[in-house]
């Protein structure tokens, strides 16, 4: 089994930045991904980034290209979000996911992991 944590959500005003991290506990046996979703309010789960266990395999969905980075630290079962001119949109539950199958297949599909943590909130005022 596999537990992440998230943390260094916040309240903040449009464009500043944060930086959320996941710490997991426990491992698939294996390499394994590591993404972020986004739960806003009256929205379905999003894709925001996802990497791979090779640091330089990362992916991203269009609102988050230019603006966050997402990266791993496989030594500390680790994986963090810099989220850099944050805007309104980005407001809701920031979750971290892992799993062995987004390895083989579609990173951005929220079904193909098998942890979750409980999410960290963010809020952006304009």
């Known amino acids: 089994q596999m537990q992440l944590v998230e943390s260094g959500g916040g309240s903040v005003q449009a464009g500043d930045s944060l930086r959320l991290s996941c710490a997991a506990s426990?491992?698939?046996?294996?390499?394994?991904?590591m993404a972020w979703f986004l739960e806003a309010p009256g929205k379905e789960r999003m894709f925001v980034a996802g990497?791979?266990?090779?640091?330089?395999?990362?992916y991203y969905a269009d609102t988050a290209k230019g603006r966050f980075i997402i990266s791993r630290d496989n030594s500390k079962n680790a994986a963090y979000l810099q989220m850099n001119d944050l805007k309104p949109e980005d407001t809701g539950i920031y979750l971290c996911a892992a799993g062995r199958p987004p390895m083989y297949g579609d990173i951005s599909v929220a079904t193909l992991y098998d942890f979750w943590g409980q999410g960290t909130q963010v809020t952006v005022s304009s």
């Open positions: 426990g491992r698939p046996t294996g390499p394994y991904a």
């Open positions: 990497i791979k266990w090779g640091a330089d395999n990362t």
